[in-house]
């Protein structure tokens, strides 16, 4: 009876941990920060922390109050959002 299987639920956006809780209520506009990239490292500034959903050069972001993100620009003016765990402080 294969015909009758249900798809599968999706999970819940998840939420930060406590660490990545931590670095969210750490950082701040200008702070200089680091982030692994396909290129390797990128280096630049948070701009501003996302607390509701957004679109950055048309991609999605669901960012939220429970799941903040950071909108990041590199040295060379790209922008980025990233959850707090993916950024490091220079």
């Not at 639920?9 to 209520?25: F, I, S, V």
């Not at 630049?44 to 903040?68: C, F, M, Q, W, Y």
Request: with cysteine; charged share 35%.
């Amino acid at each position: 009876m294969e015909g009758n299987r249900r798809a599968p639920r999706p999970l819940p956006y998840a939420t930060c941990n406590e660490d990545e809780q931590d670095m969210a209520k750490g950082l701040k506009a200008g702070d200089k920060v680091s982030w692994k990239s396909h290129g390797g490292e990128a280096h630049g500034k948070v701009v501003r922390k996302l607390e509701k959903p957004t679109t950055i050069k048309g991609h999605k972001v669901a960012a939220s109050k429970d799941n903040p993100e950071f909108l990041v620009e590199t040295e060379e003016g790209k922008r980025a959002a990233h959850k707090p765990g993916a950024l490091r402080r220079d």
